[in-house]
């Protein structure tokens, strides 16, 4: 499809809404018209009209905080998009990853889970040691418990899944991911350079497609 398929409104704009690439995260939901959005195919760098300004403005021209553009989706009926990004840096101007760091409602008994926020809470045992955390107790313990820790579940993953239990595998999975974010934590790893690794071999695993269909 085409720019010109698009449903723009009687004000030539379009919201946009920017999610992280790797971690899905909602970053912010922006505006744009043909010429905004045609220049950030072009560049490949998100580019939005400020409604406020009445004028063009591309992310990151003064923060450096570029939005390097994966894919541009519109929705069923052409008149929003979901344009998934590589960020340079923070989404916000006041400096959080997200437009969207506030919570104004959250369900006590459906609360949101994801890999960030409990990444975060590791993280945050690191920095500030809570008394009795199990976390805590690794991190006070070191590298090589935590290494320990990680070779344990590992092995207790594989004894799950050659006993076939299903329920059992999925647990002891649970349990080697935990740890393995507490060894990520530990060597000051980040989620988005296992992601971006893990992205960079499937592109790999498309050209090596690619070239054995020639």
């Not at 409602?105 to 409990?118: A, C, D, G, I, P």
């Not at 976390?135 to 006070?140: A, E, H, I, Q, S």
């Amino acid at each position: 499809m085409e720019i010109k398929d698009l449903k723009f409104g009687r004000d030539g704009l379009i919201p946009a809404i920017v999610q992280d690439y790797y971690t899905k995260e909602v970053l912010t939901l922006a505006y744009m018209n043909a010429e905004s959005l045609n220049i950030s195919m072009e560049e490949g760098k998100t580019c939005f009209y400020s409604r406020s300004r009445k004028e063009l403005w591309r992310k990151g021209a003064t923060s450096g905080n570029y939005q390097h553009i994966v894919t541009i989706k519109p929705d069923c009926d052409r008149d929003a998009l979901v344009i998934e990004v590589i960020k340079d840096g923070p989404a916000c101007h006041l400096g959080n990853e997200s437009c969207f760091a506030d919570c104004l409602y959250e369900s006590e008994t459906n609360k949101e889970f994801s890999y960030e926020k409990l990444f975060d809470m590791i993280k945050g045992r690191k920095i500030s040691p809570k008394e009795g955390s199990y976390t805590t107790y690794l991190f006070n313990k070191g590298l090589d418990k935590i290494l320990k820790k990680v070779g344990e579940e590992s092995t207790e993953v594989i004894i799950a899944a050659k006993g076939g239990n299903k329920d059992e595998t999925v647990y002891e999975i649970a349990d080697l991911a935990y740890h393995v974010m507490v060894l990520m934590a530990e060597a000051d790893i980040s989620t988005k350079e296992i992601f971006g690794e893990l992205a960079s071999r499937h592109v790999i695993d498309k050209k090596v497609k690619q070239e054995k269909m020639k």
